[in-house]
């Protein structure tokens, strides 16, 4: 009686982690739904409309901050996403796992940052939306290809948000999985500000990098995720080569 009891608690237990990653699974799947649709029709309209009225009321309001460190910090997390030091600096991240033998996750690295950026070099000629005038906002650097998407926040939401997905999944739960992820994540929470104070990119365009980042950064989970199951199955059903 013991045992069936115990057994009856343990499946019960399986049932609900079984409900709950299919929850979580369906929630995944609403959210990526919502950023496809949500980009879709930013892109259209940015493609007519070259700023919003917030768009300007918030890049004005976020300049008018004058504090030294302030742009300091904002100017050196921009500079992350500008090659040839982003190549350098994520290509010695790939390298760095492929050495440590985390060799598919450093593919998947890879994957993320090659097609986010192509992803970009794709759609801003598309869409052809002009970048912030110097007459409407400071502009501290000229740049001539189109504003939408932000290419800063496409890059670095896909690249580090696959990183921090690789410190949750790899680190085990303790101080040292919440500090790597909160480092890995602060260069997401801080590129758009960045780009907006250095008046290369509306509000509009950072929301628009943002939404397709997360969009490539959910494909290369689900394909990293997909080849990593691959290989597990097959590694099970290698044969041990002995015989009884």
């Excluded at 598919?104 to 192509?118: D, H, K, N, P, Q």
């Amino acid at each position: 009686m013991a045992d069936t009891g115990l057994a009856r608690t343990s499946q019960a237990a399986d049932d609900d982690t079984h409900r709950a990653r299919h929850r979580r699974a369906w929630y995944f799947q609403v959210l990526v739904v919502a950023a496809a649709v949500a980009f879709g029709v930013l892109a259209v309209v940015a493609y007519s409309v070259p700023y919003f009225a917030f768009d300007l009321a918030l890049t004005r309001a976020i300049q008018s901050i004058q504090a030294p460190w302030f742009g300091l910090l904002l100017d050196k997390v921009s500079w992350i996403g500008f090659p040839p030091q982003s190549n350098a600096i994520f290509g010695l991240v790939i390298l760095a796992l492929f050495l440590v033998g985390l060799r598919l996750e450093a593919l998947a690295t890879a994957f993320a940052a090659v097609g986010s950026a192509a992803l970009w070099f794709a759609l801003a000629p598309v869409v052809q939306r002009p970048r912030p005038s110097p007459d409407l906002v400071q502009v501290s650097q000229g740049i001539a290809y189109g504003s939408f998407p932000s290419g800063h926040a496409l890059n670095l939401t896909a690249i580090f948000g696959f990183l921090v997905y690789l410190a949750y999944v790899h680190i085990r739960p303790g101080w040292l999985r919440r500090l790597a992820m909160t480092l890995l994540a602060l260069p997401i929470l801080t590129i758009g500000l960045a780009r907006v104070y250095a008046g290369a990119h509306w509000p509009s365009d950072v929301l628009g990098g943002y939404l397709l980042g997360l969009l490539w950064l959910a494909l290369t989970i689900h394909l990293y995720r997909w080849v990593r199951q691959r290989f597990a199955r097959r590694h099970s059903a290698v044969p041990t080569g002995r015989s009884t």
